[in-house]
């Protein structure tokens, strides 16, 4: 993803959000992801991974708990090293990398 679609996707996601009300660390907890990780989405300096998309998404509808159920079984069954890198398997955050 180009930086300019990693801008807007970023932008998109602020404005988002804020009309969820959400915070970024609300946010984060309920896609199962880091606060910084959104932070620097929403700054458009990184794409998001597709494993993390579907997540903020339904974070952002309201739906949380199954989407993190989803991520730490398939994440840890699959050895997936994204899902990994955002969650130990029992729900803890991890920073976000680069």
């Known amino acids: ?47 998001a991974r597709s494993n993390v998309l579907p997540r903020l998404l339904a974070a952002l509808a309201g739906d949380d708990g199954e989407q993190r159920r989803s991520a730490n079984e398939n994440g840890a069954s699959a050895g997936n090293a994204d899902a990994e890198k955002l969650t130990d398997g029992a729900g803890h955050h991890e920073s976000y990398s680069g």
């Open 1 to 47: 993803m180009k930086r300019n679609q990693s801008s807007d996707l970023g932008r998109l996601l602020a404005e988002a959000r804020h009309a969820a009300g959400l915070s970024q660390q609300a946010l984060a907890s309920r896609a199962c992801c880091s606060v910084g990780y959104v932070a620097v989405l929403e700054k458009g300096y990184a794409p």
